[in-house]
């Protein structure tokens, strides 16, 4: 798989395909197999490029804590590196902020985006410090059935299809979890994303018990010219348990905005 090799980190990446850049930032606890049922449903004439954030996957973990900042730059060095240019960034949760972020910084790479069950805070920081003591003390156990909860719908858990996800979540590197854990904590994008103005669709899931609908609404209320898409019965992460109504709203952003 192919690896950038920075001064400070090692970041493991996907460049898959021809066409216009798209590029995949994933959730807390996850890595960049979590797109792998949306990647199968994307259409030809795209280049899809996904990577594992510092403390995720197969990317080097260093110390924690992590600041948003630093996360931004990893994906700003990983497209200078790659030469993109005016991508459509599409981040979920975590991968929103880092979305964000990079909008307001480098408008040179991202002509538009997608924010996925995220917003322009996420919580506070003493949940976030609380979370990370939790994992710090008892391993990511001790935070994963609450985080199916909020993940999936009670249906989705109901049915057993969670069950993969818990495991991949416990496979996770602690140190990377509470790191990031740290840098999510300490992010409040009210103002910078207010201030933008590119294309954005935002994507809400009405399970959503990590970002729910109105917070993800009030996120996209604060880009000029923004859409907002409500997918029904979708949890915190709808490429995985709605990967078809996902995809048909993604595939329809793009068309919207000539990127393909």
Not at 73 to 98: M, P, T, Y
Not at 131 to 140: K, N, P
Not at 170 to 176: F, K, S, V, W, Y
């Amino acid at each position: 798989m192919p690896q950038l090799f920075l001064p400070d980190l090692r970041l493991h990446y996907r460049d898959e395909g021809h066409g216009a850049p798209l590029v995949l930032s994933h959730a807390l606890g996850l890595d960049l197999t979590m797109w792998d049922d949306l990647v199968a449903r994307l259409p030809a004439g795209l280049r899809v490029i996904r990577y594992d954030h510092r403390g995720h996957g197969q990317s080097d973990c260093p110390a924690p804590p992590y600041a948003m900042g630093a996360m931004i730059r990893d994906a700003e060095r990983l497209l200078d590196h790659l030469g993109v240019k005016d991508c459509v960034f599409v981040g979920l949760s975590l991968g929103g902020l880092v979305a964000q972020g990079l909008a307001v910084k480098r408008l040179d790479l991202v002509r538009g985006m997608v924010l996925s069950n995220t917003a322009a805070r996420i919580g506070i920081e003493s949940q976030w410090e609380a979370r990370a003591e939790a994992v710090a003390q008892g391993g990511l156990e001790a935070i994963a059935d609450a985080t199916m909860e909020r993940w999936f719908s009670r249906r989705f858990r109901a049915e057993g299809r969670h069950l993969p996800w818990r495991a991949r979540l416990l496979e996770a590197n602690p140190q990377g979890y509470c790191g990031a854990c740290a840098a999510i904590g300490g992010t409040d994008f009210y103002t910078p994303t207010a201030g933008l103005t590119l294309p954005t669709l935002a994507i809400a899931g009405t399970e959503d018990g990590s970002t729910p609908p109105d917070l993800v609404r009030e996120t996209a209320e604060l880009i000029l010219g923004s859409e907002f898409q409500l997918l029904r019965g979708a949890g915190h992460l709808p490429p995985i348990d709605a990967p078809d109504a996902f995809a048909a709203a993604l595939i329809g952003f793009l068309t919207r905005i000539g990127h393909f």
